[in-house]
């Protein structure tokens, strides 16, 4: 019976270790994605390039694992970088992500290209690196 309550109790000291880890993982990954916005809006390739990397190799995490947890006065990042006009990130992004999820509904249920078409950026030039992608 002693056996067991020790085990019990080591189990529940793994799992609060483990979840403590995980929420510090998050802030981490939150901490390092912090600039990301103004970074787009800015329009600097390098360094959001940069950032995309840093977060790859620390976490393990590529652009389209965190794409939808990211926004930015409440647009996503592709749209912010439509507003901005900055070609250079928006077409990283873009190249980034994966055609599947370009053409997939964004939080306001309109995927990238209906949302473009509605707000009048369909004659830039961001618009057509997106066309070609899709």
Do not use: H
């Amino acid at each position: 019976m002693k056996t067991m309550l020790k085990i019990a109790q080591a189990t529940l000291l793994t799992v609060a270790a483990s979840a403590s880890f995980v929420g510090t993982a998050q802030a981490d990954v939150n901490d390092a994605l912090q600039n990301i916005c103004t970074i787009v809006q800015a329009n600097d390739k390098g360094e959001l390039r940069k950032k995309m990397r840093t977060v790859e190799n620390d976490f393990k995490l590529k652009l389209q694992d965190y794409y939808n947890g990211i926004t930015c006065s409440g647009e996503s990042l592709i749209r912010t970088a439509f507003k901005a006009n900055a070609l250079e990130t928006g077409e990283l992004l873009v190249k980034k992500m994966p055609k599947s999820q370009l053409n997939s509904p964004e939080a306001d249920g309109l995927t990238i290209r209906a949302w473009v078409s509605e707000n009048g950026f369909m004659d830039t030039p961001l618009a057509n690196i997106l066309n070609e992608r899709i």
